[in-house]
């Protein structure tokens, strides 16, 4: 009896769910400008697929989410948030979507505006709004979590506020915090009169921001909460060092003792070729034809013949780091290994000049959207054959292994969720890498790519091998799960 009583203990606690509220600046469906949204969309869904409570909260951007999103969504309460000297109106709506309710906290004066979600003068004031409101939020809903996931500056003062003026209150008290790293390179830095006016913490707290002779809201939340983590192993790694830390490496080094990285997963449901009504043709690992299908529709989109050569596809925003100067460095003899490219993307004006030159130079080789536009994108991903990421860092990166569910084998440099993720044909893996950032190293991976291409045998075998790999938020959320049960002291 007594033994029949601990296996029924034990397994009381493996089943034991958790209150957890993932606090995101964006997040799918509802409003999205990177990777950050496809994770906050997606790791939620998975932790409550894995039997715990998990809700989302982000800002109501009034004119980004779609008319018919916010018809469904229902109105809770309405309070006021300290922002420096003065309080400020927040209201809370809420929705279901697979299973995981969403927050979303309301202010037009804040969160109404036209062009995109970041980049304006008040950013700081904004997330400042933002992150105070999220805990006093907690004063007025239904629901008390265990664990605050924050994530990227925007949301790095909640752990802060929490130290400074939650941790004490009854119903506060047991809260732990995870704060996730998606984009080191964004921290929320600005000059230290900012703390007074708008932050308003007082002044002899001022050291847990203060960093370089200004304020650093990431910094405050590598601080102050109970475990940082990445999105990547390697990126936990690589930050550490001057070259990829954009200056907090001194900080992240000594709070190494609570850093680690987790790889993202993708939503393997939104990803499916074998249900996805945005393409062409469906396909899967196991049968290949309606790849071709899939193919054909991108020349058509592009207005381009069509050639019995392969396509490489890059899907990016375009910035330095991202590795277009050495795309640009090669892209003549990239076109000259007999392969014909699309390219989907906007950022630095240079970049776009580039590609739009490429297209004029090279009509019928080369296609160039400016911009950003889902379902292309999808459509370049089901139809391309290669997918090149030549990137200087890539925290985790979505799109190699978007495109390699989708069949599209990715050509990436090894840095970052990069090296998590692609390991290279020649040991049996997915696609094809390169070690040093350099325009020839690069070049000769879409070399070897290009010959297995002319081994149909071999490619098709190389297709599979992509299609199959496992990029499921399954395993990536039960890293998660053992991290949180760890601060719950399970």
């Known amino acids: 009896?007594?033994?029949?009583?601990?296996?029924?203990?034990?397994?009381?606690?493996?089943?034991?769910?958790?209150?957890?509220?993932?606090?995101?600046?964006?997040?799918?469906?509802?409003?999205?400008?990177?990777?950050?949204?496809?994770?906050?969309?997606?790791?939620?869904?998975?932790?409550?697929?894995?039997?715990?409570?998990?809700?989302?909260?982000?800002?109501?951007?009034?004119?980004?989410?779609?008319?018919?999103?916010?018809?469904?969504?229902?109105?809770?309460?309405?309070?006021?948030?300290?922002?420096?000297?003065?309080?400020?109106?927040?209201?809370?709506?809420?929705?279901?979507?697979?299973?995981?309710?969403?927050?979303?906290?309301?202010?037009?004066?804040?969160?109404?505006?036209?062009?995109?979600?970041?980049?304006?003068?008040?950013?700081?004031?904004?997330?400042?709004f933002f992150s105070r409101a999220v805990l006093e939020m907690l004063r007025h809903i239904d629901f008390h979590p265990q664990i605050i996931n924050s994530n990227d500056w925007q949301c790095a003062l909640i752990p802060v506020y929490y130290n400074l003026f939650y941790r004490n209150e009854y119903g506060f008290d047991s809260i732990k915090h995870v704060f996730t790293i998606h984009n080191i390179g964004y921290q929320g830095q600005y000059g230290l009169d900012l703390v007074k006016d708008m932050v308003g913490i007082p002044p002899c707290n001022v050291n847990i921001l203060e960093y370089d002779g200004d304020i650093n809201f990431m910094k405050g939340a590598i601080e102050t909460a109970d475990k940082v983590t990445t999105v990547s192993p390697t990126y936990a790694k690589e930050i550490l060092d001057p070259w990829f830390s954009h200056g907090l490496d001194r900080i992240l080094r000594n709070k190494q003792y609570k850093t680690c990285g987790f790889l993202n997963g993708i939503d393997v449901d939104l990803y499916n070729p074998e249900t996805d009504p945005t393409i062409a043709a469906k396909f899967s690992?196991?049968?290949?034809?309606?790849?071709?299908?899939?193919?054909?529709?991108?020349?058509?989109?592009?207005?381009?013949?069509?050639?019995?050569?392969?396509?490489?596809?890059?899907?990016?925003?375009?910035?330095?780091?991202?590795?277009?100067?050495?795309?640009?460095?090669?892209?003549?003899?990239?076109?000259?290994?007999?392969?014909?490219?699309?390219?989907?993307?906007?950022?630095?004006?240079?970049?776009?000049?580039?590609?739009?030159?490429?297209?004029?130079?090279?009509?019928?080789?080369?296609?160039?959207?400016?911009?950003?536009?889902?379902?292309?994108?999808?459509?370049?991903?089901?139809?391309?054959?290669?997918?090149?990421?030549?990137?200087?860092?890539?925290?985790?990166?979505?799109?190699?292994?978007?495109?390699?569910?989708?069949?599209?084998?990715?050509?990436?440099?090894?840095?970052?969720?990069l090296r998590d993720s692609i390991i290279d044909a020649g040991d049996n893996g997915i696609g094809y890498t390169f070690q040093s950032y350099n325009a020839g190293d690069m070049l000769g991976a879409i070399k070897r790519a290009r010959e297995c291409y002319s081994n149909k045998t071999e490619w098709s075998k190389l297709v599979t091998r992509a299609m199959n790999a496992d990029f499921s938020w399954d395993s990536s959320a039960k890293l998660y799960i053992g991290l949180y049960k760890e601060l719950c002291g399970e």
């Open 1 to 128: 009896m007594v033994y029949y009583y601990l296996e029924v203990k034990c397994y009381f606690v493996e089943v034991l769910f958790m209150n957890i509220l993932y606090a995101a600046s964006e997040a799918l469906p509802f409003a999205a400008s990177g990777g950050l949204a496809d994770v906050a969309g997606s790791l939620p869904k998975a932790l409550v697929k894995a039997g715990h409570n998990a809700r989302v909260v982000m800002p109501y951007y009034v004119n980004t989410i779609k008319p018919e999103q916010k018809e469904k969504m229902h109105f809770i309460t309405n309070f006021t948030v300290p922002v420096g000297w003065r309080h400020q109106y927040c209201g809370v709506f809420s929705q279901e979507v697979n299973g995981v309710t969403y927050y979303f906290l309301d202010n037009e004066y804040y969160f109404k505006r036209d062009n995109g979600l970041y980049g304006y003068f008040d950013d700081a004031e904004r997330y400042v």
């Open 285 to 417: 690992a196991k049968n290949h034809k309606g790849k071709a299908a899939c193919k054909s529709a991108i020349f058509e989109e592009f207005g381009m013949p069509q050639y019995d050569v392969p396509t490489i596809a890059m899907i990016s925003r375009f910035a330095d780091h991202k590795g277009f100067d050495l795309v640009r460095y090669v892209f003549d003899d990239i076109i000259g290994l007999d392969m014909q490219a699309v390219i989907l993307g906007s950022g630095e004006s240079q970049y776009e000049d580039f590609f739009q030159e490429m297209h004029w130079r090279y009509p019928d080789k080369v296609g160039f959207y400016r911009g950003y536009n889902p379902v292309l994108a999808k459509k370049i991903y089901a139809g391309a054959d290669m997918f090149l990421m030549p990137s200087k860092s890539e925290p985790c990166g979505l799109a190699q292994m978007i495109a390699a569910r989708y069949g599209t084998v990715p050509i990436v440099r090894s840095t970052g969720g």
